[in-house]
């Protein structure tokens, strides 16, 4: 199957990184397009002490700041290898990241959606939840589950991605 719309989520970890790369071969080869999606949560930043004010004109642009650089350093590793790209940056209020991922996918008309994954397993995929696990049981096109190479250090990946 040739993939034209490869959707990437993004959120600056190491599997996120990998999947971007895999993504990016994926494009290259298929002759296809990638769009980088970050979903912004502002309410996982709340402490609860913040005045409205304080939050608005000081936490908010922060987290649009860092997440545009996030997208904007994926996208020149995927511009690297020639594969045309563009980015969108979502902020989330009170839905579910996989939620707006899969509703994304679909309004852009995404023949693949490709995420970095950590492969948590019991007690840990309970706590913490599987944004990956969801976007794979919903969405209407295939999704491709990466994960870092057996024995890859996430420092050494992290160190790597810094270099890039």
């Not at 949560?41 to 996030?70: K, M, N």
């Amino acid at each position: 199957m040739s993939y034209q719309h490869i959707l990437v989520a993004v959120d600056g970890s190491p599997t996120s990184n990998h999947a971007v790369t895999e993504a990016a071969g994926l494009a290259k080869a298929s002759g296809g397009r990638i769009r980088l999606l970050n979903v912004m949560d502002p309410v996982a930043h709340i402490s609860g002490f913040e005045r409205p004010e304080v939050y608005s004109q000081e936490v908010l642009p922060r987290l649009r700041s860092a997440g545009e650089a996030l997208l904007q350093q994926a996208r020149q590793r995927v511009e690297q290898q020639g594969v045309p790209v563009d980015t969108v940056l979502i902020e989330n209020m009170d839905a579910r990241i996989a939620q707006l991922v899969v509703e994304h996918a679909q309004a852009w008309g995404a023949d693949l959606i490709v995420l970095g994954t950590h492969g948590r397993r019991g007690l840990a995929r309970v706590l913490m939840g599987s944004d990956a696990e969801q976007i794979a049981r919903t969405a209407p096109v295939p999704v491709l589950l990466v994960r870092l190479p057996a024995g890859a250090d996430c420092s050494a990946a992290s160190a790597a991605k810094a270099a890039s």
